[in-house]
Structure formats: C-alpha cells, structure tokens
C-alpha cells in the first residue's frame, strides 16, 4: 500500500542554518503531497502542497519540489528560526476518492538561539 | 478564518468506559476524518466519512468505534469499550469538495487509566 517514510529526527539546528528534511513515498497512481506542521501543544497546521510532478510548494519560507523520478518531496528553508522548533510530517493524499492522508512519522526540529 | 474546533481538549476516563469525542468541521465541507496520534508516533488514519456513511475505515476502526454526524453540524467519534492502548491524541479533519488538503482541528487527548 501507499506509504511515507521520513528521515529521523530529532533535528537540531542553529538560528539562521540551512534545513533540508528529507521525504519519500510509494504510492499507486498520482498523489498529492503535503507537510504539515505540528507546534508543541498544537494541532497539525498545513504547510505546504503540491499536487502535481515539478510543482513546487512554498510557505512561510519553507519549500518543497514534487520529484516523481525521485518520489520525494524533501523539505527545505534556507534560514530557520527558533519559531521554527516543531514536529514536520510529510503526507501523501491516496489518489482513491476518500482523499485520506498517509503520514510519515515525523521529524522532529529544534532550533537554538 | 474557518476552523475544525474539537471538545473536549483533554479527556481522562476509565478501561472499560464509553467516550465519545466531538468535532465540529468547518461549515461548507463535505468529507470528515478521524486520526489519532499515540504519544511519539505517526499520525494514523482511522476513518472518512461522506455523504452519511463510512467511505474507508482502517484496520484500527474496529467494531468498539463508531462515527456519526447527529445533526448536520457535529461529527462524533465514539469507543465504546475504552482500553488502554487507546490513550492517544485524536484528530478530526474536514475537507471541502475543491480542496486538495485537509484542515485539522487542535485534537483531543484521551487518556485512559
């Protein structure tokens, strides 16, 4: 079945360092692609998508390419923040009509001042 | 802005007790999820429900739960038989027919002692 695997965490970062947290899926027909973002005591918050092969989807500073010879959708920012500190998860909507969501398990990212 | 609101944010009941937890999805949306998150894990997918009725449901969503939407505006999830292994945050989410993602709301923590 479809799947998201992402790299390990915990992640941890100087103020103003460069973030890549990597993503990859398997998964039949064309997926959607998601992060989203989990803040200590929080809900899950989108981040980002992308829908289709080469878009590209940005937020907030974050960004993310849709690679399908790579199935990946790693996540980047060029400058984190410590208002960055917080759990990604990678997610992929099944292209079945239901539109659930497959998560990966997380990563979690700390940054220090 | 529209949000997925869940009551209540913290929930402590006993093995063996019946819980049900509420969500109210954003008002215009017409598929509804629940997911839950035990502590450290994956988000994992539980059900989706649309048009009245259960259009997928995991291998999780076994006969001690239950979904329903009693009135148009309130979707519930309810276990009947709480174990331990159900302590967990719970998710619900709410998707319009044109969206591509999924708005979550805050969760509930359920705690079973």
């Known amino acids: 079945g479809d799947s998201v695997t992402q790299m390990e965490g915990p992640v941890t970062l100087s103020e103003e360092a460069f973030l890549t947290i990597n993503c990859t899926y398997t998964?039949?027909?064309?997926?959607?692609l998601f992060w989203y973002v989990q803040y200590p005591g929080e809900g899950l918050q989108l981040l980002l998508k992308a829908t289709k092969a080469d878009d590209k989807g940005s937020n907030k500073g974050f960004e993310a390419t849709y690679r399908k010879e790579t199935t990946s959708f790693h996540l980047e920012k060029g400058s984190v923040q410590v208002s960055d500190s917080a759990v990604y998860f990678c997610a992929l909507r099944s292209s079945g009509n239901t539109g659930k969501l497959i998560f990966g398990q997380g990563t979690t990212l700390q940054v220090k001042p | 802005e529209p949000e997925v609101t869940q009551t209540p944010s913290h929930q402590v009941t006993q093995m063996g007790q019946e819980v049900i937890l509420r969500c109210v999805p954003i008002?215009?949306?017409?598929?509804f999820y629940w997911y839950r998150q035990i502590l450290g894990q994956k988000v994992e997918f539980l059900v989706s429900f649309y048009n009245n009725e259960i259009s997928e449901k995991s291998e999780i969503f076994d006969d001690q739960f239950s979904v329903e939407r009693p009135d148009g505006s309130n979707f519930t999830l309810k276990i009947r038989s709480t174990k331990l292994e159900d302590s967990a945050m719970y998710f619900c989410?709410?998707?319009?027919?044109?969206?591509?993602?999924?708005?979550f709301g805050q969760g509930t923590r359920l705690t079973v002692v």
């Open positions: 989410a709410s998707k319009g027919q044109t969206n591509t993602e999924a708005f």
């Open positions: 008002s215009n949306h017409l598929y």
């Open positions: 998964a039949t027909g064309y997926p959607s």
